[in-house]
C-alpha cells in the first residue's frame, strides 16, 4: 500500500488526505480550495514508513497548539488579575455622612474610573446608582438595518450555501465588451507609465503595500513591463480607481482592468506554488483583491484570499531570523522585505475579515493587540503621513474597550446574540475622548471631537487633519448607529431613553461633521479617497437610527431631510453608469424571487461597467425607498 503526503489543507485541518486525481484531493474540491502540495517534488512512501511518522508529528502538532492555547489563556488570566489588583491598590476611601436622616457621598469623585469604583464597591447596596452600571442591553429584533437586510437578500440563501448568489459556481466572468463608441483607442505599454504613477501618487488604499522606491527601481530595470506580474497588478488595480484624479471613463477603467486582470492570472497561477515567490505572490493578490470586489468575483476572491493566508501562516516562520533583529540594524533590502512582509500580511487578513463578514455573515472576534506600521525613511511624505493616520487610528480601534464594543456589535449585524453593558458605554466614549486629547495637534481639528463646528471645518486646509477626523467621524458614527439599536435585558426604560436621545444627537451631529469633512476635502483636491463610502456609511447609518425613531414625528422630520440630503450627495458623487434606476432595478429581482432560482451577483449587475459600484447604489436606495415608505405610513404629513 502507497499514501501520499497529505496537502497543506488538510495537514493544517488533521485530515485524512484522498487524492482524487494528481492535482486535488476530496476535502479540497468539496470546500472549493485549490489543493496545495506540502513539496511539489515530493515522492511517495511506503505506509509502513510513514504512518508511524505521521501520528507522531500529528500528536507533537496538537499537543503544540494545546500549549499555545493554554498559554495565551494564562495571558487573559495574568491581565485581568493584574487589572483587578490596581483597581483594589488604588481604589480611594469613600467618607459617607448622614444628612437630615439620609446617607450621602462626602467624598468628591474626580475621574470616570473613581465613578466606576464607586458602582463597584462593597457599599453598592448604599449607592444612589445601585446596579445602573450592570444594566446590560441586547439587540432589538424588531429594529434592523434595511441595507445590511438587502445585502443578506443577495448573498444569502435560505437553503444551501452552493446556491448563495454570490457563492454558487458561476461560469467565469464573460470578457467585458462595450460599444467601441465608449472607449478609445489606447495602447497597452503607453498607459502602463500612467498607470504606476497613478497608483502611487493617489493613496486610496487603506495602507500603502508597497515601498515605492525599491519598486520604481525594479520597475526602471524592467525590459517589458508586461512580463513582470507586480506592474501588471498595480496597473489592474490603478485601472478601476474611482479617485477624483482618473483620467478614464468608467467602461474604460473596466476595458483596462479586465485586459490587466487576466495577464496577472495567468501569472499568478504560474508561480503561487512557488516558495521562493511567496511574497511576490501574497503582494499581487492584495493588488487584484480591489479589482475582484469591483466585478464581483466572489468565488475567486474566496480562492485567493485562501491562499494568501496560507501564504501568510508559512512566510514568517520562513524569515524568522530576520525578525529576531531590530529593524533598523537591518541592511536596506531586510527591512524593504520585513516591512512588505507586515503590510501585506495585515492586508491579507483584513480582506479575509471583510469576506467572512460580509459574505459568509460569520460571528467574528476582534483581538485585542498592538500594531504599528514603519514607514521606511527613503519613502514619500505622503506614505509616512498614511501610515501615521493609521497607527493612531489603530491604537483606539483594537484597543481593550473598542475591541470588546465591536465583537458584540458584529455579532448583532451577523443575527447572533450579543449584549453590551451600561458601563461599557460610557467607557467607550470616555476613551474615544481621552484618545482624541491625547492626538497630536497636527492631526485633529480642536481639542474635542463633539465640539467640532462647521465654521472650524472650513477654516482648516490641511489635509491630514481633514482627512484623520472624517475617519475618525465615520467610524464613531457607525459604532453609535449600532448601540441605538440596542434595548435593555431588563426593561429599564428611563436608562435605555438616556442612550436613546444621546445616541440620536449624536448620530445626527456626526453625520453633518461627516458631511462637511467630505465637501472640504473635494474642494482641496488633495484626497484620493472615494467619497461614496463614507456617504453609504452616513445614509445607512441614518436608516438604521429611522427604525428607531419612527415615532417621533419630529425626529423623523430630522432624519428624512438629511437621508435626502446626503441621497443627493450621493448621486452627485456615483456615475450615471452606475446609477440604478427603482424600475431597473436587479434587488427588486432578489427581493420576490425565490433564492434556489436566483441568477448570480454578477449575472445580476453584467451590464454594469463596475458592478460593485451599481449594486451598493442600488441597495441603498432601495434601502433608504423602505425607510421613507414606513415614515409615511406613521407620519402622512411628511
Request: one cysteine or more.
Amino acid at each position: 500500500m502507497v499514501r501520499t503526503k497529505p496537502c497543506q489543507y488538510c495537514k493544517k485541518r488533521r485530515r485524512r488526505c484522498v487524492k482524487i486525481n494528481k492535482d486535488s484531493c476530496e476535502f479540497c474540491i468539496q470546500s472549493n480550495q485549490v489543493c496545495i502540495p506540502q513539496d511539489p517534488l515530493s515522492k511517495n512512501y511506503s505506509s509502513d514508513d510513514w504512518c508511524s511518522d505521521t501520528e507522531d508529528a500529528a500528536e507533537i502538532e496538537t499537543l503544540i497548539e494545546e500549549t499555545k492555547t493554554l498559554e495565551h489563556q494564562l495571558q487573559q488570566l495574568e491581565h485581568h488579575v493584574t487589572h483587578q489588583k490596581r483597581l483594589m491598590q488604588c481604589q480611594p476611601q469613600w467618607q459617607l455622612e448622614f444628612h437630615h436622616g439620609k446617607l450621602q457621598l462626602n467624598s468628591n469623585i474626580h475621574t470616570l474610573e473613581e465613578l466606576f469604583m464607586f458602582g463597584k464597591a462593597a457599599i453598592r447596596y448604599l449607592s444612589p446608582f445601585g446596579h445602573t452600571f450592570q444594566t446590560s442591553f441586547e439587540c432589538n429584533q424588531s429594529v434592523h438595518s434595511f441595507t445590511m437586510l438587502a445585502w443578506k437578500a443577495m448573498s444569502q440563501s435560505q437553503t444551501d450555501i452552493q446556491q448563495h448568489p454570490f457563492n454558487k459556481r458561476e461560469k467565469d466572468t464573460p470578457p467585458w465588451n462595450p460599444p467601441n463608441s465608449l472607449i478609445r483607442p489606447m495602447d497597452s505599454k503607453y498607459m502602463i507609465p500612467k498607470l504606476v504613477d497613478k497608483y502611487f501618487a493617489c493613496l486610496d488604499m487603506i495602507i500603502p503595500i508597497l515601498h515605492e522606491p525599491s519598486f520604481r527601481e525594479h520597475y526602471s530595470s524592467l525590459q517589458n513591463p508586461l512580463e513582470d506580474i507586480i506592474t501588471l497588478a498595480i496597473c489592474t488595480a490603478s485601472s478601476i480607481s474611482t479617485c477624483q484624479h482618473a483620467f478614464l471613463n468608467t467602461h474604460e477603467r473596466r476595458y483596462l482592468g479586465e485586459y490587466f486582470y487576466h495577464l496577472s492570472i495567468e501569472k499568478l497561477i504560474e508561480i503561487f506554488d512557488d516558495p521562493e515567490r511567496q511574497l511576490e505572490t501574497l503582494i499581487t493578490i492584495n493588488l487584484l483583491q480591489p479589482f475582484m470586489v469591483a466585478t464581483l468575483r466572489s468565488k475567486e476572491m474566496q480562492r485567493w484570499s485562501n491562499i494568501a493566508l496560507v501564504i501568510s501562516s508559512t512566510i514568517t516562520p520562513n524569515n524568522a531570523q530576520m525578525y529576531s533583529k531590530p529593524l533598523f540594524d537591518r541592511d536596506r533590502a531586510e527591512r524593504i522585505e520585513h516591512v512588505l512582509i507586515t503590510r501585506n500580511i495585515f492586508m491579507s487578513n483584513f480582506s479575509r475579515f471583510n469576506i467572512e463578514f460580509f459574505l459568509n455573515f460569520r460571528r467574528l472576534d476582534i483581538k485585542h493587540f498592538d500594531i504599528r506600521f514603519q514607514a521606511l525613511p527613503d519613502e514619500p511624505e505622503n506614505t509616512k503621513m498614511l501610515f501615521e493616520l493609521t497607527n493612531h487610528i489603530m491604537k483606539l480601534t483594537l484597543s481593550y474597550t473598542v475591541t470588546k464594543i465591536l465583537t458584540q456589535l458584529y455579532a448583532m449585524a451577523t443575527g447572533n446574540k450579543g449584549e453590551i453593558s451600561f458601563e461599557e458605554i460610557i467607557q467607550y466614549q470616555h476613551d474615544v475622548n481621552t484618545w482624541w486629547l491625547h492626538t497630536p495637534d497636527h492631526l485633529r481639528i480642536g481639542s474635542n471631537l463633539f465640539g467640532i463646528t462647521q465654521d472650524l471645518i472650513q477654516a482648516t486646509t490641511e489635509v491630514p487633519k481633514l482627512l484623520f477626523t472624517m475617519v475618525i467621524t465615520s467610524h464613531t458614527l457607525a459604532l453609535q448607529s449600532y448601540i441605538i439599536q440596542l434595548v435593555p435585558k431588563d426593561k429599564d426604560q428611563a436608562m435605555y431613553r438616556v442612550i436613546e436621545e444621546n445616541m440620536f444627537s449624536s448620530v445626527l451631529y456626526l453625520s453633518d461633521i461627516s458631511l462637511a469633512l467630505l465637501r472640504r476635502l473635494a474642494i482641496s483636491n488633495a484626497c484620493c479617497y472615494s467619497p461614496k463610502f463614507m456617504l453609504l456609511l452616513i445614509i445607512d447609518s441614518l436608516v438604521t437610527l429611522s427604525q428607531v425613531k419612527k415615532q417621533d414625528q419630529k425626529a423623523a422630520h430630522l432624519i428624512k431631510a438629511r437621508i435626502d440630503l446626503y441621497m443627493n450627495e450621493l448621486k452627485l458623487k456615483t456615475s450615471p453608469d452606475h446609477q440604478v434606476t427603482p424600475s431597473t432595478s436587479p434587488y427588486s429581482i432578489v427581493s420576490i424571487a425565490p433564492s434556489n432560482t436566483l441568477p448570480s451577483a454578477t449575472e445580476l449587475y453584467k451590464h454594469y461597467p463596475l458592478p460593485f459600484e451599481a449594486l451598493s447604489f442600488d441597495l441603498i436606495q432601495a434601502a433608504t425607498s423602505k425607510a421613507m415608505k414606513s415614515y409615511h405610513v406613521l407620519n402622512p404629513i411628511l
